[in-house]
């Protein structure tokens, strides 16, 4: 199973754009990037994810390497309500690889005003 | 129209005790999973089942018992339950049986605490 390694924590201006990074450097051919949130007390969000395009939706950006080692979570324009723990996981197709769909500590992001 | 639905939020229990967790989805997904968090803040899979068909189940003591009455519904039912089991645990939901796997939707979480 692939593994992940996020920064414990970020701090970003409200308004400016956040840059989440992640690396998978034993990321496999057939797996994904997802990308998900944890708001305090509530479950995890799913924000996004991809194979080895770039993919973009109403809450986020991901820029995946070339070489699919990498990867950065973009939230364009931050707000106070962004303030979670960000999670990068990696993933397979096959029904056996949600094991792999243990979140590891993530990355505090704080949003300041 | 809450498309995963978890019940109790909150779950206050003495040690020894028997307690079970109910989760539903109304999203039409064909696989089910619980997970646990702990203080530390990990979430760990603990079983995923799919069409009612256990396919995970991870180094869980056996206390621990799933059980999948149709696809909508995944109940955990915890015996013997000890001060360790104290965690949030959150079920999910999501299709599996496509080319790539539809994302995990959570639920609110089932805070259990054991005294």
């Known amino acids: 199973d692939a593994k992940t390694t996020q920064p414990p924590s970020m701090d970003c201006a409200e308004g400016r754009a956040a840059n989440l990074p992640c690396n998978h450097s034993?990321?496999?051919?057939?797996?994904?990037v997802y990308w998900y949130r944890q708001i305090h007390s509530q479950g995890p969000q799913y924000i996004i994810h991809?194979?080895?395009n770039n993919e973009t939706n109403e809450m986020a950006s991901l820029i995946i390497t070339e070489d699919r080692k990498s990867s950065t979570l973009i939230l364009p324009h931050a707000t106070l309500r962004d303030t979670a723990v960000y999670y990068c996981?990696?993933?397979?197709?096959?029904?056996?690889?949600?094991?792999?769909?243990?979140f590891g500590s993530g990355t505090q992001l704080t949003v300041l005003p | 129209d809450t498309a995963v639905s978890q019940t109790p939020k909150y779950l206050v229990t003495q040690m020894g005790n028997d307690k079970s967790i109910k989760c539903e989805q109304n999203?039409?997904?064909?696989?089910m999973y619980w997970y646990k968090q702990d203080s530390k803040k990990f979430l760990k899979i603990m079983f995923s089942?799919?069409?009612?068909?256990?396919?995970i189940n991870e180094t869980v003591p056996n206390r621990f018992s799933p059980k999948s009455p149709d696809k909508a519904h995944l109940n955990l039912h915890i015996n013997s339950l000890e001060l360790g089991d104290s965690a949030v645990y959150f079920c999910?939901?999501?299709?599996?049986?496509?080319?790539?796997?539809?994302?995990?939707?959570f639920g609110n979480g089932t805070r259990l605490t054991v005294t």
């Open positions: 999910a939901s999501s299709h599996i049986h496509r080319r790539e796997n539809s994302p995990l939707h």
């Open positions: 034993t990321i496999s051919g057939n797996e994904y």
């Open positions: 991809g194979l080895k």
């Open positions: 996981i990696v993933r397979g197709a096959n029904p056996g690889s949600a094991r792999q769909l243990t």
């Open positions: 999203l039409g997904h064909d696989t």
């Open positions: 089942y799919n069409n009612k068909e256990l396919i």
